[in-house]
């Protein structure tokens, strides 16, 4: 008889966020893609949860204080152009305050965690890690961009997105990274890990049959 893993290991977790995106990949490029980009708030909250499952306790309240950062930022963004360029949130990524949606600074969170993993896995120290996390951080917003663009999360003033976009996100993937590591020292989280790559390989795919 095929004995399951208990609820509460990271192999469930994983397989909830690879189910959760397979079903998203395979909702967006479905007649009913409407109803599942709207799902987008709903599905970071999900990965979030699945992600803190298996994060010590003691790194709740510096976590949440690393999701306000990324969201000030996001706000300085928007209203001023600065650092990331001129652009504007749609409404895919859900609620909003202040023009900025809510969920947004999770995003930047779930991801860090997973590129905190790897660099921690690969025996990286501080400095390093944040320079690989933040690499790692704005290829993956390489493959975001034309993605954003299209089901609306958020669209820019400009034409192309500019380089600054990028240069920003680097610098500030790097900040946000560093102060990570000293959050979590050298605790890994497996399922934090596993979900960068299934974020990259569901923009990736997205990239080559959304239309």
Sequence with gaps: ML???PL????TSIAVLLILHGVGILGMLS???ESFRMLTPLNLILSLFFLFRHYPKQAYLPS?????????AEFIG?????PFGDYFYGPTLGPAFAEIPIIIGVNWLVLLS???HWSVRLKMKPVQGALFSAFGMTLLDLFIEPVAIQLDFWTWLDVEVPIQNYIAWFVLAFILAFA?????????????GVFFFIQFVFFVLLNLFLK
């Design 3 to 5: 004995k399951l893993p």
């Design 8 to 11: 509460s290991s990271p192999k």
């Design 31 to 33: 007649p009913w893609s």
């Design 64 to 72: 949440f204080i690393i999701i306000s950062v990324a969201w000030l």
């Design 78 to 82: 928007v209203h001023t152009g600065w």
């Design 114 to 116: 997973g590129m905190h």
């Design 180 to 192: 990570l590591r000293k959050i979590l020292q050298d605790r890994t989280n497996r399922v934090a």
